[in-house]
């Protein structure tokens, strides 16, 4: 769409979930400077904690992490304004994560609160309708305070033709669905991927080769690699340590840079973001680079830059990553955003 390159779109927690965003806010962003310049709240909607796009349409969806979870849809204008298209009911407790299939016909949600995946028809105009589906996942995992149940926590659609992956930080798992278009509904692959016990995986990154994957590991501050086959199975190839920060490290957002070269994973506690070479059989550790906060919560990749949003320190910070090594650098000052939880190019 018209002005897309440059209109940055921020969610955040609002008082809802003890935050003091008050809604999505857009940015521009200057493509060769990398700077950030809010525009304001565009969208007052609660605790708009994770955003995605359209794949083909000017549509912008979030969800919005409440007891009663939700899904709201705008139509977006050139200039970043946002025009309210519908709210639908993701069928579960806390959404805290949701991906549109690549044709652009169905909306995947995870609800973190109770361990469940929702599906969502989309209409020709992008418009979210009732839901078609929802997936209860069973059972706990080792640790007693956060994995007493099940947590979906992230849906990762295939590109190709291959199942939707669905990760859970609550049973240590990773499961494999298929999708029914005609009925809107999912299909499970057995078996699902079982991590080791206590990883609380929250988020995996594909590789842009479609044969390897990456998952971070929230509760046990690691990285699991695996080789991603065609019709979806995931073989481990190993584990590496997210961090090598001494206390307390939860890492949040994982993701692989556009040329396949490095991994970048950002820890919360220690503030960091990690940059792994992916040369090998495992993920190398390269560098790690501090964020100026203690809580990077998500990041985006954006042409040259990395940005990324601490959530408790209420900024954005802006990175140069060198394309040589992938190592980010930050460029000038952080951006006074309050409590951001997603950054969406």
Known sequence: MTGQGTIVHVGGYTEHSGGRATGIVAARRDPDSGELTPLGTVAVTPSPSFLARHPALPVLYAVNELSTG????????????????????????????????????HLFVANYGDGSVAVLPLDPQGVPGERTDLVQHEGHGADPRRQDRAHAHMVSPDPGRGPLLAVDLGT????????????????????????????????????????????????????????????????????????????????????VGPDGRFLYVANRGVGTVSVFALAGQLPELVAEVDTGGEWPRHFALIGAHLYVADERADMVRVFRVDPATGVPAPVGEPVPLPSPTCVLP
Do not use: F, M, N
């Open 70 to 105: 939700e899904v709201s849809a705008w139509r977006v204008a050139p200039d970043g304004g946002l025009t309210p298209l519908g709210v639908q009911l993701s069928g579960g407790v806390e959404p805290c994560h949701l991906a549109v299939a690549p044709d652009g016909r």
């Open 172 to 255: 240590d798992s990773v499961y494999r669905y298929d999708l029914d278009v005609a009925t809107g509904r999912l299909v499970p692959r057995a078996p699902r991927v079982r991590t080791r016990a206590g990883t609380g995986p929250r988020h995996l990154a594909r590789h842009p080769d479609g044969g390897r994957c990456y998952l971070a590991g929230e509760l046990d501050a690691s990285v699991t690699a695996y080789e991603l086959t065609a019709d979806g199975t995931l073989h481990q190839r190993g584990r590496v340590e997210a961090s090598e920060r001494t206390g307390h490290v939860q890492p949040s957002e994982i993701a």
